[in-house]
């Protein structure tokens, strides 16, 4: 705090923290991060501000990182538990959906990649955002390595790759920058890149999760209008326990289950072609029949696969007519015509009870 306060408001009042902006200061290891609190009309101005304010206290000993944010608190429309949803929040979107898993480490984000891809190939205008704020991995899936453009200042341009528009706070941040965000600076971030990305006409907008079923999950089911979502899980009994979890919260809040993914279903030796069931096989086949949805297929544990998604071009664009590709595309049609035979959706209502 003794730092900021070299760091002056531009505008003559004083300095930062004499002036109350500051607030949200978190330091964990050497990591630093806090909140500059601006009007939203000077938002754009005071970027300057707050790169002195980051570089003051990265100077101080023993800091390792530090992330400042600029926030802008706008009057809340009164008696509403949730920004509008449809043509009002996401115009020129038709459907959006969610990939998730109840927890992390089954694929979820390779999934999410590879279906958007898939629905792409299928002639949709498809758009992803990585909702995955402490982990971002579409940079590296997706085998970008530039921020997005932003020409007023106002609107964030999607980064166009593999045919699909792409956000994420990966591209924001460096890659090795910790996000130490508490919850309300994760969802503020979260309603960012939905409001304030120019996603422009999508049939589709995949949402990849982050895995479990906290804040940024609920935040996301209550205040966009979900098409539906789709289940990623292992095999295995414990994973399937999680899924079950993620499952639930989505019907709690009103949105329907597209249906359940098995990831590294089973695994073909290269060199022998021997198959091995190493998570088990048919879990999430009978788990699905047991919720009453539907089983969108299987994806197997596959070196490809691991390796095209590592190296920026995922299996779907990388070997198109590969068994691994066509297992995607599969499921993405599938999912397509789920989303055609539904129609579109308004945001679920919160009911106290």
């Known amino acids: 705090m003794e730092t900021l306060r070299a760091i002056r408001d531009p505008a003559g009042g004083g300095d930062i923290v004499a002036l109350g902006m500051v607030s949200g200061i978190v330091v964990r290891g050497g990591n630093v991060g806090f909140t500059i609190e601006v009007d939203p009309a000077r938002g754009p101005a005071l970027e300057p501000l707050r790169k002195a304010a980051e570089e003051a206290v990265r100077k101080l000993p023993g800091v390792l990182s530090v992330t400042a944010v600029l926030t802008a608190h706008r009057a809340p429309v009164p008696e509403t538990p949730r920004r509008p949803a449809g043509p009002a929040y996401l115009p020129g979107v038709t459907s959006v959906i969610a990939v998730a898993s109840g927890k992390g480490g089954v694929g979820k984000s390779t999934t999410a990649v590879n279906l958007a ?9 498809v758009g992803i955002l990585d909702a995955d704020i402490f982990g971002p991995s579409l940079p590296t899936m997706m085998g970008i390595r530039r921020r997005p453009a932003s020409p007023d200042g106002k609107k ?12 994420s706070i990966g591209f924001m941040v460096p890659e090795e920058t910790p996000m130490i965000w508490r919850g309300p600076m994760v969802m503020g971030a979260l309603e960012q890149m939905l409001r304030d990305v120019e996603w422009g006409t999508l049939d589709v907008l995949v949402v990849d999760m982050p895995p479990g079923t906290g804040d940024a999950q609920l935040t996301l089911s209550q205040r966009v209008p979900l098409a539906g979502a789709v289940i990623v899980s292992t095999p295995q009994d414990l994973a399937l326990i999680d899924a079950r979890r993620g499952l639930n919260m989505f019907r709690k809040v009103d949105v329907p289950v597209l249906g359940i993914i098995e990831n590294m279903s089973y695994f073909i030796c290269p060199h022998c072609g021997g198959r091995s069931d190493i998570f088990t096989h048919g879990g999430a086949r009978k788990e ?35 068994p ?25 209502r919160i009911v106290v009870q």
């Not at 964030?156 to 699909?164: A, R, T």
């Not at 691994?324 to 679920?348: N, W």
């Open 117 to 125: 891809l898939a629905l792409a190939a299928g002639g949709r205008a």
């Open 156 to 167: 964030i341009i999607p980064i166009d790759q593999h045919g699909l528009r792409c956000m």
């Open 288 to 322: 699905a029949e047991r919720l009453g949805v539907e089983f969108l297929g299987e994806i197997p544990l596959d070196m490809a696969i691991r390796e095209t998604a590592d190296g920026g071009t995922p299996i779907v664009i990388a070997a198109p007519d590969s």
């Open 324 to 348: 691994q590709a066509k297992a995607y595309a599969a499921i993405a049609e599938r999912i397509g015509a789920r989303l055609a035979a539904d129609g579109g959706r308004a945001a679920p």
